[in-house]
């Protein structure tokens, strides 16, 4: 049940977890201003953005590694605190080296809360409550990520740019003494140090994301953007080679002898690729071809993510009546019908029509976006042994992240493609392919997930290894929780 102990735990790592989710979006709309104060180049605004998202990714598996192995505790603070430093020193910044760097601060913090708040969670609540606590962790996760345009635009109407990171130090702070004084220690099975197989995997990672961002910028065929792809590649296939020799490996590859959670792990990278292509694109259509402000824009968008934010936490308590695998299905399903109405409707209407034309299909995106993100992550959770849940959550989070770069990387080449953008009708035409992209990444998820996955209540748990057996709480810890 939720008890206060459970729900105090809640409260700490929604806090945190909001505030590094909202970070990978919220600089965008000062990028202007920032360009100004700081004498940044074009090079320079990109590296603002990537520098969070390169850092974040590449260290998410290994950060759920960590924790499970020291204390999952000890990792997510550990990570609140690196953060929130990284939000100090971004504000204090007086050159674009600076700032670049202290972004890479804040995603290396981020990249220790994500994966391990959730694991914190798992841990915390019983197996029947589990998908309802999931759902509220998704629910502050989609809508943290989702108003990051919307909140950098409410500071920019009155405040300098430093600000959007100055808030996050008392929330830092905040969520730091809290979750000393509330969280309990867990922890899955204790690794050895392998440092080879952490660089070979987060350098491996490394290349494909920088790849896939420079892609559209330095040209797809270009030496950088190849070579960055192929050594990528490379690495992590050497990651592969390397594990196989070690009696225990940093990864446990043979998670994915389990068809489920093979197939939602694939399900949440097509559909990251799907969304986060599309929010990209109509962010830009929003502003570019409608004239919208950044702040404008941002307003209009809640519309989606106030969806998402009601509809993950009921999705955590549709789970048990339903199954995990007909409420993904669902949300699925229904981002994949708004996706090809966005579409339509920009083919029919071009670029000058009001917005309520677009409130149903973006309600529907968010409803849909919420039913997806509680059963995929509680997918990921419930189908490995416990002991296994961090590192299950570290891989599928950096899949989704993967998935979400390059979704956006290939509706900006799809967007690219063809005659020169000169109007907003020309605008309007090359959106539309790009989101009809989106909607088929959604329908590949969602054929993963029918065909591969059984529909399964919230009722039990995959069978335990002795390692977690000894690792649970005895029934005095159970109710302390």
Not at 11 to 24: E, H, K, P, R, Y
Request: hydrophobic share 50%.
């Amino acid at each position: 049940m939720f008890t206060p102990a459970r729900v105090r735990l809640l409260l700490v790592t929604c806090i945190a977890l909001f505030m590094a989710m909202l970070d990978n979006l919220v600089l965008g709309v000062a990028l202007p201003s920032i360009q100004k104060d700081l004498g940044a180049t074009l090079s320079d605004l990109e590296w603002f953005m990537n520098s969070y998202t390169l850092a974040f990714a590449v260290l998410l598996i290994p950060f759920s590694v960590l924790g499970d192995s020291i204390g999952r505790k000890k990792v997510f603070l550990g990570g609140v605190v690196v953060f929130t430093i990284g939000s100090l020193l971004s504000g204090l910044s007086d050159s674009s080296i600076e700032l670049i760097l202290s972004r890479a601060l804040q995603g290396i913090g981020g990249a220790a809360i994500v994966p391990l708040s959730l694991t914190l969670v798992n841990s915390a609540f019983p197996v029947e409550k589990r998908a309802a606590a999931i759902g509220l962790w998704s629910g502050i996760s989609g809508l943290g990520l989702s108003i990051g345009p919307l909140v950098g635009g409410l500071i920019m109407e009155g405040a300098p740019w430093q600000m959007i990171f100055y808030v996050n130090v008392p929330v830092g702070v905040i969520a730091f003494l809290l979750g000393l004084k509330w969280l309990t220690e867990s922890k899955g099975i204790r690794k050895p140090l392998d440092p080879i197989g952490v660089l070979l995997l987060t350098s491996g990672l490394f290349g494909l994301i920088f790849g896939l961002e420079r892609g559209n910028t330095e040209g797809w065929g270009s030496a950088i953007v190849v070579g960055s792809l192929a050594l990528g590649g490379l690495l992590l296939i050497l990651f592969y080679l390397w594990e196989r020799t070690r009696s225990n490996p940093f990864i446990r590859f043979d998670l994915f002898r389990r068809k489920e959670y093979t197939f939602y792990v694939f399900a949440g990278f097509w559909m990251n690729a799907g969304v986060f292509g599309a929010i990209f694109l109509l962010t830009l259509f929003l502003q570019q071809a409608q004239g919208n402000s950044p702040l404008g824009a941002g307003v209009r968008e809640m519309a989606w993510t106030t969806m998402t934010m009601i509809a993950a936490p009921l999705a955590g308590l549709a789970i048990n009546r339903l199954g995990n695998k007909n409420v993904l299905l669902t949300g699925l399903f229904i981002q994949g019908i708004a996706l090809a109405w966005f579409a339509l409707l920009i083919q029919s209407q071009g670029f000058d029509f009001p917005f309520t034309y677009m409130l149903a299909p973006m309600m529907l995106a968010g409803t849909g976006m919420g039913l997806s993100f509680t059963p995929l992550s509680h997918g990921l959770i419930s189908s490995v042994p416990e002991d296994a849940s961090g590192e299950a959550i570290g891989i599928g989070n950096a899949t989704r992240e993967l998935g979400g770069v390059f979704g956006i990387a290939i509706s900006g080449l799809i967007f690219q493609s063809g005659s020169a953008i000169a109007s907003p009708d020309d605008f309007a035409d090359h959106v539309i392919p790009s989101l009809g992209v989106g909607a088929l990444m959604m329908a590949v998820a969602l054929l993963g997930i029918a065909l591969f996955v059984r529909n399964k209540a919230n009722k039990s748990t995959p069978p335990q290894s002795q390692a977690a057996k000894s690792l649970q709480p005895t029934k005095a810890a159970d109710s302390a929780i």
